[in-house]
DNA sequence: TTTACCTAGTTGTCAGACAAGCAGATAACC
DNA sequence: GGTTATCTGCTTGTCTGACAACTAGGTAAA
């Protein structure tokens, strides 16, 4: 049985009690540099061993939300649980909850990206999207899974804006939806014509791109998110409540 | 001596335990789902308790690099690396270096969010900004310090989004540039109007969102961090090396 | 008043133990 | 022979107790 069903594994102590330690700070309302409960109290009050105590407080530390110092105690770090972003999902949910909205985040950020990429670009980037819009339509010849390939696509187009703060969070980005990316490549996605209508796409993309087209080269990247939001079965773009909104 | 110098802690065992692992790995190219040593052979291999190993594995497991299985062992966890984002700075580098960047990370997410929310605001979230705008107004006359009104303002925009993830991302962009946002609300922004000039901002992004002028709303969002990034002193928005950019 | 020391409390580290869960081998059953 | 149950060794999860390193604050000596 290789498919592994990625059963929910039974939490484990030190888990449960870095969110019930991060819920008390947070209920507390502590501020930063007040002090936590020492170890041996937290020992107590959750009924736990000074091991698990000590390991869900190098979690929270690891987090950024606390800072220790020996022979101290525990403080609330300053920034505390911001100087990190995150984004949790149930375990390898490609669809449903939550993907909607990590999708929206990465329409407006791939759109703005695509922009500037419009503005910026060079013959280098150019050639090196070029590239990889050429191996991805071999990939749709031969039926061949290339969701990696349209990951660099879109890196690639970050990395024209010359701003690597915002390569960073497009490879942050790519890993959050790469499972999400696979459906469309694989022989199913051939099949259905999934892969092609990407690769259109992705050749919109380029083409406001080269031709330094800012506003053609959003509209281009935003309907491609939009299209693959789609693809995933995610309902087109519309938000639920509506009935409390101003007017149009 | 209040003066707090941060000395340089000497650092713990986990802390290098840690950051050896992870270059371990990097070292021996393991892919995801590969085995890493038991704790009894790391504990070994490095001479130290394994309290120490396994605070070093929790750091580890925290940071999304591997995945604990009781029984089996730790493995390199898919994505891993990928699964937060950081932004690091010098330390208290509020100009300079990389804030170019920030900024313009912030300004993607801003004027896209701000469309947003020009499109799907409610009535609870118009009132919000309203009243943050009526606060910020009042410190103006005050001349007072309103950092956290401005930031609180942004993220009632964000709020008004519907997207919870939105609101995430933009507390922890808060959270990044905060010490940046200071200079414009002190005594010196006040005397310079540069608190002035950004409370005309927020005005001017409030009506095109309350008019549900999404355009009009991304572009005063747009202008708003330009200016924003400008009265910091960064420069205007252009980029070095255009020399080997093609045409405009 | 200043300095040195002492002490109680806290975190950092160590060692050993048992429980819980897993994989593969072995033995029992049809 | 093929299937099922059990056993065994290994690994992680948790507990316990202990000592070292460090800090703040008080106390006694200079």
Tied chains: 1, 2.
């Excluded at 985040?105 to 670009?121: F, H, K, T, Y």
């Excluded at 990696?148 to 890196?155: I, K, Q, R, S, T």
């Excluded at 690639?156 to 915002?166: G, M, S, V």
Aim: proline share 4%.
């Amino acid at each position: 049985m290789p498919e592994c069903a990625h059963l929910p594994r039974p939490p484990r102590l030190a888990d449960t009690l870095s969110r019930s330690l991060q819920e008390w700070v947070r209920d507390r309302r502590l501020a930063e540099g007040d002090r936590l409960p020492t170890e041996k109290q937290l020992c107590e009050h959750f009924g736990v061993s000074r091991a698990v105590v000590r390991e869900a407080i190098a979690r929270l530390q690891a987090d950024g939300y606390v800072e220790t110092r020996q022979g101290l105690g525990a403080f609330v770090a300053a920034g505390a649980g911001v100087s990190r972003f995150r984004i949790d999902r149930p375990d390898g949910a490609t669809r449903g909850d939550g993907l909607r909205e990590v999708f929206e985040l990465r329409q407006l950020m791939e759109s703005g990206i695509a922009e500037l990429a419009a503005a910026r670009r060079s013959k280098a980037d150019l050639s090196e999207m070029k590239m990889l819009l050429g191996r991805m339509e071999e990939a749709l010849v031969e039926r061949r899974q290339a969701s990696e390939l349209d990951d660099a696509f879109h890196l690639a187009i970050a990395a024209a804006t010359r701003n690597p703060l915002l390569v960073r969070f497009m490879e942050f980005m790519g890993a959050q939806i790469q499972s999400s990316r696979v459906p469309t490549w694989d022989d199913e996605g051939h099949a259905c014509g999934l892969a092609a209508a990407a690769h259109d796409e992705h050749q919109a993309m380029y083409r406001a791109i080269a031709d330094g087209d800012v506003m053609a080269a959003r509209r281009a990247a935003a309907g491609h998110l939009q299209a693959a939001a789609e693809r995933l079965g995610l309902a087109p773009g519309e938000r639920p409540s509506r009935a409390e909104h101003v007017g149009s």
